[in-house]
């Protein structure tokens, strides 16, 4: 009985730190520590501009693949968004060249949308109570609140490339409690068209969900996906 209880309570959460990875941390870190960046760095407004816009794009590309059917929102594309967001934090600390910046935080876009559409479709299935729903968005609030947070409390001692390896560190965390939100292994084709378009109906038969790179996946499903 208590682990019928604890468990619905620690879904949302997971749901949570998994948006705070993608929205909060992934995109918005950028957000404060951007002055530190230009300070240090001597840039114009012109790069840090550049580089935020790329981000967006990337965001862009990562809903819009799942929209077209392209990438499946499940449990592989989820999982590697999570550790590929991670990294993306901590690259940004190696070089202040403006290619390699926009081009890691292209990627970091992209994986920020990836994961935002694998949570916020199975929002409405993992949520047992009527705050669950609640609290796993709040995850993009809380995750905002930390960056800002971050910049405030180490920005005093801290460089610009420090801050982004604290916030990158704090990726980790969260996507380790992250990563277990439940989302299948495989999704069918009409679920990933209701996602998009929810007026449709899933009448169909889901072992009609075959996928062209199913194989491909299955590989690496075996080290993401245990």
């Known amino acids: ?18 948006l705070s990875v ?5 995109r918005f870190f950028y957000t404060p520590a951007l002055p530190l960046m230009v300070a240090a760095l001597h840039w114009g407004s012109a790069p840090g501009a550049w580089i935020a816009t790329l981000n967006y794009v990337g965001y862009f590309v990562g809903t819009l693949v799942i929209a077209q059917g392209w990438v499946e929102p499940n449990r592989f594309v ?24 926009g081009g890691i935080r292209t990627i970091a876009g992209i994986a920020s949308g990836l994961i935002f559409v694998c949570v916020t479709q199975r929002i409405p299935a993992n949520s047992r109570k009527p705050r669950d729903g609640g ?19 180490a920005g005093s001692f801290a460089d610009w490339r420090q801050l982004w390896l604290i916030c990158a560190a704090m990726s980790a965390i969260f996507s380790i ?8 292994t495989r999704v069918s084709q009409n679920i990933t068209a209701e996602a ?17 790179f199913a194989a491909n996946r299955r590989r690496a499903m075996a080290i993401l996906s245990t």
């Open 135 to 153: 609290i796993s968005y709040g995850g993009v609030g809380f995750g905002i609140l930390v960056s800002g947070a971050i910049v405030l409390a």
């Open 78 to 101: 989820y999982r590697l968004s999570l550790i590929v967001s991670t990294l993306g934090l901590a690259a940004v600390a190696l070089t202040p060249n403006l290619i390699w910046q």
């Open 177 to 184: 409690i992250a990563w277990t939100w439940p989302i299948p």
């Open 196 to 212: 998009v378009d929810p007026t449709k109906t899933n009448t169909d038969d889901p072992a009609e969900a075959a996928t062209p």
């Open 22 to 26: 993608a929205m909060g941390l992934g």
């Open 1 to 18: 009985m208590p682990d019928s209880i604890a468990r619905p309570s620690l879904t949302p959460v997971r749901g949570a730190l998994g």
